[in-house]
């Protein structure tokens, strides 16, 4: 199974003695290998254990992805921020815990 890891897992696994067989994507491969490990890490968080240092951990990993994705499509991280404060004004956020149900 091929899968984006980290810029330093290689480096890590030759050091333990392992022979990672790796590559390199870049452009548009990159930007869908970055969607696709932001959806792994999500459901890694999803199913993370309710302590929070275990959604710390996962949540990092998130973060960073999502970071990885804001600089691969060359976006501007103030104008990301500024969006997301529009839409938290205009829609609100995720602190009151309305849960819609469905019929």
């Known amino acids: 199974m091929s899968k984006l890891v980290r810029d330093r897992i290689p480096e890590i696994m030759r050091r333990e003695g392992k022979t990672p067989d790796v590559g390199r994507v870049t452009g548009e491969r990159l930007r869908e290998a970055l969607k696709d490990k932001l959806v792994e890490e999500a459901l890694e968080l999803r199913a993370a254990a309710s302590a929070a240092a275990d959604v710390r951990a996962e949540l990092v990993d998130v973060l960073e ?26 829609r609100g956020g995720f602190k009151e815990g309305y849960y819609l149900k469905t019929s």
Do not use: N, P, S, T
């Not at 992805?65 to 004004?89: F, N, P, Q, T």
């Open 65 to 90: 992805v999502a970071d990885a994705i804001v600089d691969a499509y060359g976006l501007d991280r103030a104008e990301i921020e500024e969006l997301k404060k529009k839409k938290h004004a205009e």
